[in-house]
């Protein structure tokens, strides 16, 4: 008796991620450790000086990282209520933070108490940063204002309150020292010049604004809200130049990378997104276990931190180098050792001994072995299998109607048993690669089951979405072939007149010729 042969399942090909130099550049981090904070992280600020360490803020704290600690190397907790937005100066010798009350507070990265405190906010402050002059502050509060703070006086420069809204993030220009942006929950950035009595320009997100980011150059204004990034042109009065919709929830933060040329996005989708800032497509993705509210990248690119709604703060190191280098100068195997007993020519009076490989079959071909033909077909029809691997089930379908048991394996079956069947060959008859076994299954399914129609409500209604499915292809294949139709008869009218421009060229140099023998 023949040995059984298992189930040659057919290869289709699929098209892989396309793997580009972002893809093996973001690929490029260590596996990321995860730190447990006392509360939601809603802002992570790297130090613009070395050694680039990094403040979270999250619940009533201020927690200061060092690149490769994994505890906290100062704490400021100061604060009676919630702590929001601590951000450095760009000579990371001060850190600002604003609070739940309403105030906000100055510390020296060398000590503990804060050094200024401005009262003036009647509501939570939740943006607050330092501009260029490194000599002012600006802060955005939920009692819709933006102020001005001096901070060797400690005394309020001015305060617009020209949003309806909570003010819920800000940045500063790095190029003018009287110039920052405010974006607020009444849908509007508004770009403020300390020189001036009130916003020197406001620009129309639409949804409510969660974060704004001013590029280096301070042409380019980007802004985050509900699901779209857009890009502004600040040196053309806020002209939209891109609208970005890659995310499925709301957008929480931007950032920049060292260079500029890259744009990150988190969102409450729990995705990284990292787009070129020259075509502005995705070029690569990060996915987290819960949804992002701030993001972090160092000034080095050499770590990128993610803060989320759980608490807990994710980060990432970019692999040394130098790692690299040393694992390629480990000595290799000699030649040889691969080339050994290559060409070996066997003696006449060799014995050759082939060992028998040992095929282990699976589940639903130890059941085709025993011709159970309806357990072989229930076991494809598993969610692992009819879900990720379709091509299995539909194999073992080709297989029973080879075999001229497709039709015992389909009868017989409950309510449950019909509607998955119905379900999967609704789902997979439009893909070509199985279209032809799974109208055969159709149409024995239609026919096995044409006399209980009318008794079960699910078993109708899948009837009516695959009559539907079917419905829309053919519609689709019909509307194809007219195309082609009509590409076929633009075709042949090019090909005509082509061939009439050469005959006449043709005509026309014949004519000449004889014209000149004349002449001669």
Known sequence: MASYKPVVVPAVPRLGEKVTQDTLYWQGYKTPVQIKEFGAVNKIDFSPVPPYNYAVTASSRI????????????????????????????????????????????????????????????????????????????????????????????????????????????????????????????????????????????????????????????????????????????????????????????????????SGQRLLSGSLDRHVKIYSTTSYKVVHSFNYATSILSLALSPEDETIVVGMTNGVLNVKHRKPEESKEKSQKKRQPAYRTYVKGRNYMPKQEDFFVSKPGKCVLRKYDKLLKGFQSSKALDAVLEPHIRLYTPEVTVAVMQELNRRGTLRSALAGRDEKQISLLLTFVTRRVIEPRFTPILVTVADMITDIYQPVLGQSAVVDKQFLRLQEAIGREIDYQEELLEVLGMMDALFATLTKKKATYLEENKSNGLTKTLDQDTCN
């Open 63 to 258: 927690h200061i990282y060092g690149r490769y600690s994994q505890e906290p190397i100062k704490t400021f907790s100061r604060f009676k209520d919630a702590a929001y937005c601590a951000t450095y100066r760009d000579d990371g010798q001060l850190l600002v933070a604003g609070s739940e009350e309403g105030s906000i507070r100055l510390f020296d990265i060398s000590g503990k108490a804060p050094l200024r405190q401005f009262d003036g906010h009647t509501k939570a402050v939740h943006v607050v940063g330092f501009l260029a002059d490194k000599y002012r502050i600006f802060s955005g509060g939920d009692d819709y204002s933006s102020n001005l703070w001096d901070i060797p006086s400690a005394a309020e420069i001015v305060s617009y309150t020209e949003h309806t809204d909570y003010v819920r993030c800000g940045c500063a220009s790095k190029l003018n020292g009287d110039v920052f942006i405010t974006g607020s929950y009444d849908h509007t950035v508004k770009v403020f010049d300390a020189r001036a009595k009130s916003s020197v320009m406001t620009i129309e997100h639409g949804h409510p604004v969660e974060s704004v980011l001013l590029f280096p150059s301070g042409g380019l204004l980007v802004s985050a809200g509900g699901r779209y990034v857009k890009v502004w042109d600040v040196l053309k009065g806020g002209q939209l130049l891109v609208s970005l919709k890659n995310h499925h929830k709301t957008v929480t933060c931007l950032c920049l990378n060292s």
